[in-house]
């Protein structure tokens, strides 16, 4: 994997300073982990007590995301492949709604939770996900969340966060550029980023899968 830490400068590829920020540990952190096996990063977050469980946690995780931050993400892992959930900035959001469709290589929302929608910035958003029956979650984090599945839709290598021509994921294997909504907008990768399905199962936690 490409290295996508600062350089030696002193400056990361967009400008940022080298000292590792809460958001940089997280993602490094996580990096790490999948480096070294998924079910590290899996741990917390699946109950494997017995066999019957292990199959239904294959199916689907449950992972927190209330204590995410804006300008934060994790990386976990889903049935082998990793998924990012990032909590955006309002400047991120601002740069997905801005754009418009029509400019898009890939105008499908590529979301599990509204298939065959339009590739909106809100169809993209949590907004498209479920919220299960009793719980409430503030619209506005429901715009500000993504989870994404992190394979590039090349030829599946992971993108680096808060990078390439957009400020949003870049895939450094070829020269995938997305936006701050996952959506392909350079390079080869033929389609936006697939969101999973999942819902709002509690205040705090969301069940993929
Ligand atoms: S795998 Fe991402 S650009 Fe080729």
């Given amino acids: 994997m490409t290295d996508v830490n600062p350089s030696p400068e002193g400056q990361g590829p967009d400008g940022h300073e080298a000292e590792p920020t809460r958001r940089d540990f997280i993602y490094i952190a996580t990096g790490g982990a999948v480096a070294v096996g998924?079910?590290?990063?899996?741990?917390?977050?699946?109950?494997?007590m017995n066999p019957a469980r292990d199959t239904l946690a294959?199916?689907?995780?449950?992972?927190?995301?209330?204590?995410?931050?804006?300008g934060e993400q994790v990386?976990?892992?889903?049935?082998?492949?990793p998924v990012f959930l990032r909590h955006r900035t309002e400047a991120?959001?601002?740069?997905?709604?801005?754009v418009e469709l029509a400019s898009l290589p890939d105008r499908d929302?590529?979301?599990?939770?509204?298939?065959?929608?339009?590739?909106?910035?809100?169809?993209?958003?949590?907004?498209?996900?479920?919220?299960?029956?009793?719980?409430?979650?503030?619209?506005?984090?429901?715009?500000?969340?993504?989870?994404m599945k992190a394979n590039c839709t090349h030829l599946g290598c992971v993108p680096v966060g808060e990078a390439g021509d957009y400020n949003g994921w870049f895939c450094p294997c070829h020269g995938s550029h997305y936006d701050t909504a996952g959506?392909?907008?350079?390079?080869?990768?033929?389609?936006?980023?697939?969101?999973?399905?999942?819902?709002?199962?509690?205040?705090?936690?969301i069940q993929i899968g």
């Avoid at 907008?185 to 199962?201: K, M, Q, S, W």
């Fill in 183 to 205: 959506r392909i907008r350079r390079g080869p990768a033929p389609e936006n980023l697939h969101i999973p399905p999942y819902t709002f199962v509690s205040e705090t936690t």
């Fill in 109 to 147: 929302s590529r979301n599990e939770n509204r298939e065959g929608s339009p590739a909106s910035d809100e169809n993209r958003s949590a907004l498209a996900a479920e919220v299960a029956e009793g719980v409430e979650i503030d619209e506005g984090l429901r715009t500000a969340l993504i989870v």
């Fill in 58 to 70: 294959l199916a689907s995780i449950r992972t927190p995301f209330s204590e995410l931050e804006a």
């Fill in 92 to 98: 991120e959001i601002a740069a997905a709604r801005e």
């Fill in 75 to 81: 990386t976990v892992m889903w049935r082998g492949g």
């Fill in 38 to 48: 998924g079910a590290f990063v899996l741990w917390p977050f699946i109950d494997q």
